[in-house]
């Protein structure tokens, strides 16, 4: 069993984290800390025996606590797990994991230097569009790929004025998990380049980007605009022998927003509308085009992984250098004018 507790009760707690750990019988949520007691939505969770508090400290001197994850806003992700960190338990930490590389690092060396795990919850490795993408390349029938192209699009073209800075913006809350899939397939890449601008509102931060990374025989795009107003493919791919593309983001979070919760009938199933299409041309010289059902995407097992991690020593799931190359990419976005190129 591993006993763990969060900082931090919103949205990010209550949807994209508790549906996940309370359905598996090897974790246990002791505590849960806000700044601010939440009477009325503790109340939901009574039957869980969950111990609340707005005293950080009851948490962190929990010897029976191994895990704390964090979950509130980017600017307060580094206090916090140092904390967490100091008080002798592993930390999982919401994206963006911090606000700099260099938090990020000083963050990792802790760890290591007290045996703990600290690590960024890039839940999206097992959204449902990135693993059928992941299953098309392992399939080898694009042949030697040479561009894919990831999307997270909306048509939201209302933007009140806020005075945020650079990790309140899209890049880091879109762009993050979007470069982790990327890093997660290829690894780090050689080249990089930025287009990041603020569309809708110039005097808020970005919610528009378009980055590329070069690597030695291909290139990856990833890209977000709130102002698409027609459906456009999440994933695109091409290669030597073919071509794939995927409509329709996962489903999990649109099931978490209507109230469907994992372990319901057909929680996070894609539609047969949004299954991939495979085009390519196989030994014979025939071009072959499939439908590719779309896998079963499960955010809770970065938890399962976690868990095996923490108490069977696995390997963890996001690797501390695949952390830092997203957080350097992030930051040297916004180190000097767009569009332009660095070399990493």
């Known amino acids: ?51 609340f508090t707005d005293h950080l400290d009851e948490l962190l001197q929990d010897t029976e606590i191994q895990l704390v994850s964090i979950c509130t806003p980017a600017n307060t992700h580094y206090e916090l797990a140092k904390k967490v960190l100091e008080s002798g338990k592993n930390v999982l930490v919401e994206k963006p994991f911090c606000t ?18 600290a690590m960024a919850y890039q839940n999206r ?31 939201r073209p209302e933007a009140p004025s806020f005075d945020g800075e650079n990790y ?27 287009d990041i601008r603020s ?25 977000t605009s709130h102002l698409v107003n027609i459906p456009y493919p999440k994933f695109i791919l091409h290669g030597t022998k073919g071509s794939f593309v995927k409509y329709g983001i996962d489903q999990q979070e649109t099931c978490l927003k209507a109230g469907v919760m994992p372990g319901d009938v057909d929680f996070g199933v894609d539609p047969e509308s ?20 779309t896998p079963l995407g499960d955010y809770g097992r ?26 350097t990419i992030l930051e040297q976005g916004f180190t000097a004018k767009n569009p332009r190129v660095i070399s990493l």
Do not use: W
């Not at 899209?170 to 998990?177: N, T």
């Open 199 to 223: 569309v809708r509102n110039p005097g808020n931060p970005d919610d528009t980007f378009e980055v590329q990374f070069f690597y030695p025989k291909h290139k990856t795009i990833v890209k």
């Open 302 to 327: 970065l938890y399962d992984q976690l868990h095996e991690a923490i108490l069977n020593n696995a390997t963890k799931l996001v690797s501390d250098n695949e952390t830092l190359t997203n957080m």
């Open 1 to 51: 069993m591993l006993t763990m507790g969060y900082i931090g009760f919103g949205k990010s707690t209550t949807r994209y984290h508790m549906p996940y750990t309370l359905i598996r019988d090897n974790i246990r949520i002791k505590t849960i800390y806000n700044h601010r007691r939440k009477p009325e939505l503790e109340a939901d969770y009574a039957k869980y025996e969950i111990q």
């Open 274 to 293: 949004h299954y991939g299409t495979l085009v390519y041309v196989n030994d014979a010289g025939e071009t072959v085009q499939e439908t590719v059902p």
């Open 125 to 155: 490795r097992f959204d449902s569009d990135f693993l059928a993408v992941k299953e098309v390349l392992a399939s080898g029938k694009l042949g030697d790929l040479v561009e894919l192209e990831s999307h997270m699009d909306y048509y």
């Open 168 to 194: 309140d913006g899209a890049f880091y809350g879109l762009g993050v998990h979007m470069m982790d899939q990327v890093i997660d397939l290829f690894g780090r890449p050689d080249e990089v380049s930025y």
């Open 100 to 117: 700099t590389a260099e938090e990020a690092a000083e963050l990792f060396a802790l760890a290591k230097s007290k045996g703990l795990i």
